[in-house]
């Protein structure tokens, strides 16, 4: 397996700008999540998903985030507009889901770095 | 609540030993994981701990789980230039579907 695929790498983009970030999670995996990270705040959950569905979108900072999980093998974050503060680092992490450190391990993206000027 | 505190950096010579040190809220959690993030990369599962065990040793890891006080902690012995990147504590809170919580992660500097 190719692992967990981020697209893109990078993106710059302007203020007021719509950012579409993407992710395919590595086959067979039941949870899906975006973290954010920066200098400041460190390593943040956005929201994931079991099976699709949202479970837990507390960390979505506010309506101008949101995420989708069409079927098992595409999610995707977006931010419309954009804002300065939103530049960070954007990885998108899968799991297989329940107890355990097999079941628990998350395989991490390369990440996105997103940079809003 | 559920909160992960660690200090942000360490330096060491290589060569010495590490020492990072978490602290966790949720007593819940059943494993506690160290994951470790090189330059430009995402995060890595580099071992775990059952939350019954103390002690668990894996090669040049040793972690350490004081339970009562939500205490963990990674030496790493020789640490090696290699070393240097940022290592995370996580904890998994029970009944919340496989989610970590992670701290701020630590830097780790080895100078040669």
């Known amino acids: 397996d190719a692992g967990v695929i981020q697209s893109p790498r990078h993106e710059v983009t302007e203020m007021g700008q719509e950012v579409t970030l993407r992710c395919k999670p590595i086959s067979g995996h039941d949870y899906l999540f975006w973290y954010r990270q920066t200098m400041m705040r460190g390593l943040e959950l956005l929201i994931y998903f079991n099976n699709n569905v949202p479970i837990d979108d507390s960390g979505m900072p506010e309506d101008r985030f949101s995420a989708k999980m069409p079927n098992a093998s595409f999610s995707t974050l977006k931010i419309q507009p954009s804002e300065p503060r939103d530049s960070a680092v954007y990885f998108c992490a899968s799991s297989k889901g329940g107890v355990g450190p097999t079941n628990e391990k998350l395989f991490f993206g390369s990440g996105t770095q997103l940079s809003v000027l | 609540g559920e909160d992960v505190e660690q200090s942000l950096f360490l330096s060491v010579r290589e060569g010495d030993s590490s020492v990072i040190n978490c602290t966790y809220t949720d007593s819940s959690s059943t494993y506690l994981y160290w994951y470790k993030q090189e330059p430009g990369a995402g995060l890595q599962l580099l071992t775990y701990i059952f939350s019954n065990m103390d002690m668990k040793q894996d090669q040049r890891l040793t972690v350490l789980l004081n339970k009562k006080d939500k205490h963990l902690s990674l030496r790493i012995a020789d640490t090696q230039t290699g070393d240097s990147a940022i290592y995370f504590c996580?904890?998994?809170?029970?009944?919340?579907?496989?989610?970590?919580?992670f701290g701020q992660g630590t830097e780790l500097s080895v100078k040669p």
């Open positions: 996580a904890e998994s809170p029970y009944n919340q579907g496989g989610k970590l919580i």
